[in-house]
């Protein structure tokens, strides 16, 4: 089996052990009392899958509640080498970050404004120019091998257009000459509202920007009635994991993403 014809992946949801557990084992009994009690936990579960077939499994398990970082330092080790052997390799380390009704959210910034997109095409626009000079790791393995434009539709196909939460929550941000700044896109994906995408224009980068537009897209889900509001920037993106941090997102979990050629 090879990362031509199998997708490896951890599974998503406790939904899924009933796929994990369509190969026979003496245990499967028991994985979703492990899950509960925090013996295991979904990303420590991979399948490999063909199609909707799976092919090929593989948990691991702790005892309930260990924290030694030493032992989760060894078991990503271990993941990532049997990865590695696969042929996979790092792409980034994330930040999985969150932030909770009650932590403040920065009053609007007067020298800013906020709209809708006004159409498709302004947002294909508007984050293909921000894609010059992105720090994000998978939009610059995207630019290696497409133009900004390319990278941005297929983004937009394959992200953002599917989203069921209504498009009139992405923000466009206008300075007070009514020029276009930035944006970001407060969605809700099929477990949680997050912060999907969020950029300042080349140009406008430096300006402090960044925590008007990141609160602006944090008030629109805090005032849908989100219960909690996810969001992920890469460890290497420095700017945008200290605008997080400002606005009172907090680091829950780290993750590093790994992919094939």
Do not use: C
Not at 67 to 77: F, H, I, N, P
Not at 182 to 191: K, Q
Not at 201 to 220: M, N
Request: hydrophobic residues 45%; glycine residues 8%.
């Amino acid at each position: 089996m090879t990362a031509t014809d199998a997708i490896l992946r951890p599974l998503v949801s406790a939904d899924e052990l009933e796929l994990f557990n369509s190969i026979p084992y003496a245990l499967n009994h028991e994985l979703a009392d492990d899950l509960e009690q925090g013996r295991r936990r979904l990303d420590w579960m991979w399948v490999a899958l063909r199609g909707e077939r799976l092919v090929g499994r593989i948990a691991w398990w702790s005892t309930a509640g260990a924290s030694d970082l030493a032992v989760v330092r060894r078991g990503t080790e271990l993941r990532m080498a049997l990865l590695a052997e696969t042929g996979a390799h790092v792409v980034a380390e994330r930040l999985r970050l969150e932030w909770k009704p009650g932590t403040p959210i920065a009053a609007a910034d007067s020298g800013l404004a906020f709209r809708p997109f006004a159409s498709d095409d302004e947002f294909l626009d508007i984050t293909t120019r921000t894609l010059t000079g992105t720090l994000d790791a998978h939009s610059r393995a995207d630019l290696a091998t497409m133009t900004p434009r390319e990278a941005a539709v297929a983004q937009f196909e394959d992200e953002f257009a599917q989203y069921a939460s209504p498009r009139a929550w992405w923000r466009v941000a206008i300075d007070e000459g009514g020029e276009t700044v930035g944006f970001v896109v407060p969605a809700r994906n099929s477990y949680h509202a997050i912060i999907a995408y969020i950029g300042v224009l080349p140009e406008h980068r430096g300006k402090g920007l960044i925590d008007a537009i990141l609160a602006e897209g944090t008030r629109v889900l805090a005032e849908s009635g989100a219960s909690r509001i996810r969001a992920s920037t890469d460890v290497g993106n420095v700017p945008m994991a200290a605008a997080f941090a400002r606005a009172g997102y907090v680091t829950f979990e780290r993750l590093i993403n790994m992919a094939w050629e």
